[in-house]
């Protein structure tokens, strides 16, 4: 891991984010496509004219979206002036010129809303102690108000939260998700669910979902399996029964990608987080 002080040769920079996925292929850098990380990656490195490559906390799917993201980056040291302007606005925080500059290089569906030094110990994948997401639905007869359209999943069929909320509370603790997530080689899929909670207002129903972390399309997955139970297609207790089997079920469709968003990303104070990073390295078993 490199330092965060120059004498270490590198610089570590932690990067609050928020996008609109819609138009991104998801977050992670893929040849030939449109991503959070490559529009990010490509603005950084014209800014500090080197290539720049950003790690983050959570690599978010096709058509997901964040106001909540965290990155971090590694910056020589001897790269690190050209953050700086050469006049400064009273008041600025170091890097709020840069921020400002990113503001005018990226397109307007991505911001990089806050930048700071990262304390000694801070990446923004293994120091996180949880992710914080919504999924949001709406039940109108319309479907979705206009300004919303991008961010929130019409739905036409009634639900019963009630049924819902009985067979979210079958899924929290430490568990094996692999029928919630699609595969991916040599990635666990045993996360703490700490939080599935349904709520409406009005038209709207939105799933709070929080987790140590989430394996690959593991939210959607969820947010669809418990609509089979809203819609009466599923009893409540057949969730309980998904977590005992060994690769992502069939049984159910994952949610739309529009209404999933990711909100929050928190971290242990910075005394800790060293000790988190080894925690979270840590392969995990049930037992």
Same mark, same amino acid.
């Given at each position: 891991m490199p330092a965060t002080e120059s004498g270490g040769g590198h610089v570590r920079l932690r990067l609050d984010i928020?996008?609109?996925?819609?138009?991104? /292929?998801?977050?992670?850098?893929? &040849?030939?496509?449109?991503t959070v990380a490559g529009v990010i990656d490509e603005a950084l490195s014209t800014v500090f004219r080197t290539p720049v490559v950003t790690r983050t /906390?959570?690599? +978010?799917?096709?058509?997901?979206?964040a106001s909540g993201q965290v990155a971090h980056?590694?910056?020589? &040291?001897?790269a690190l002036s050209h953050a700086y302007p050469r006049t400064t606005r009273p008041g600025d925080a170091e890097f709020t010129p840069l921020v400002r500059r990113l503001g005018r290089l990226l397109s307007t569906d991505v911001r990089i809303r806050d930048i700071v030094r990262a304390p000694a110990g801070f990446d923004a994948r293994f120091s996180a102690l949880r992710r914080h997401y919504t999924y949001r639905l709406s039940l109108a007869p319309y479907g979705v108000e206009p300004a919303e359209a991008r961010f929130v999943t019409p739905w036409s069929k009634p639900l019963? %939260?009630?049924?819902?909320? &009985?067979?979210?509370?079958?899924? %929290?603790?430490l568990n094996d998700f692999a029928a919630f997530c699609r595969h991916r080689p040599g990635a666990t899929t045993i996360r703490d669910l700490?939080?599935?909670?349904?709520v409406r207002d009005g038209f709207y129903v939105t799933a709070y979902v929080t987790a140590d972390a989430f394996c690959w399309n593991m939210v959607r997955s969820l947010v669809g399996a418990l609509l089979a139970v809203g819609e009466g297609r599923r009893p409540a207790s057949w969730t309980a029964g998904l977590l005992?089997? +060994?690769?992502?079920s069939s049984?159910?469709? &994952?949610?739309?990608?529009?209404? %999933?968003? %990711?909100?929050?990303v928190d971290y242990p104070a910075d005394d800790e987080l060293e000790a988190r990073n080894l925690i979270t390295r840590d392969v995990r078993t049930v037992d």
């Open positions: 928020a996008y609109d996925g819609t138009d991104f /292929a998801g977050w992670a850098v893929q &040849a030939g496509q449109r /906390a959570g690599r +978010t799917d096709t058509g997901v979206h980056v590694d910056i020589p &040291a001897d019963d %939260l009630d049924a819902m909320t &009985a067979a979210s509370r079958e899924l %929290l603790g700490q939080r599935l909670e349904w005992g089997e +060994t690769s992502r049984d159910f469709a &994952a949610a739309p990608a529009r209404g %999933l968003t %990711l909100v929050q």
